[in-house]
C-alpha cells in the first residue's frame, strides 16, 4: 500500500507560478511505476496533466499536450517525492490537484485516471484574473 500526501497548493494571479509536492510511502515500486498527477475543476471530470516514471535511474515524462512548456514534472528518487512546477498559469488551471501513484502502466493509459492505484487526498489551486 502505498500513502500519498500533497502539498503546495494556494492562490497566484493569472500568469504567475505555484509548485505542488507529493510525497509517496509505503510501497516498493515495480516494473513501469509511474506517479502523476491530475487535475479537477468544478463540474468537470478529473483529468490528466502529467506522468513520470519512478524506477530508479529512469525518469520518462508524459505532459497533456496542452500544458507542454507551462508545467514541468519531477521527483526526487531519495526522497520519494515528486513536483509539478506549473508557470503561467491561468485561470482555466483552477482545481484540486491530485498526486497518483500505480504499478504497470501501460505508456498508452499514462493519463487516464484509473489506470492509477494510489490516490492522494488533493491540494487546491486558486488562480485569479
Known amino acids: 500500500q502505498a500513502q500519498l500526501v500533497e502539498s503546495g497548493g494556494g492562490s497566484v494571479q493569472a500568469g504567475g507560478s505555484l509548485r505542488v509536492s507529493c510525497v509517496a510511502s509505503g510501497s516498493t515500486f515495480r516494473t513501469n511505476s509511474y506517479m502523476a498527477w491530475f487535475r479537477q475543476a468544478p463540474g468537470k471530470e478529473r483529468e490528466g496533466v502529467a506522468a513520470i516514471q519512478t524506477e530508479p535511474h529512469r525518469s520518462l515524462t508524459y505532459y497533456d499536450d496542452s500544458l507542454k512548456g507551462r508545467f514541468t514534472i519531477s521527483r526526487d528518487g531519495s526522497k520519494n517525492t515528486v513536483h509539478l512546477e506549473m508557470n503561467n498559469l491561468k485561470p482555466g488551471d483552477a482545481g484540486v490537484y491530485y498526486c497518483?501513484?500505480?504499478?504497470?502502466?501501460?505508456?498508452?493509459?499514462?493519463?487516464?485516471?484509473?489506470?492509477?492505484?494510489?490516490w492522494g487526498q488533493g491540494t487546491r489551486v486558486t488562480v485569479s484574473s
Open positions: 497518483a501513484a500505480g504499478n504497470a502502466v501501460w505508456r498508452s493509459r499514462l493519463l487516464v485516471a484509473d489506470a492509477y492505484t494510489y
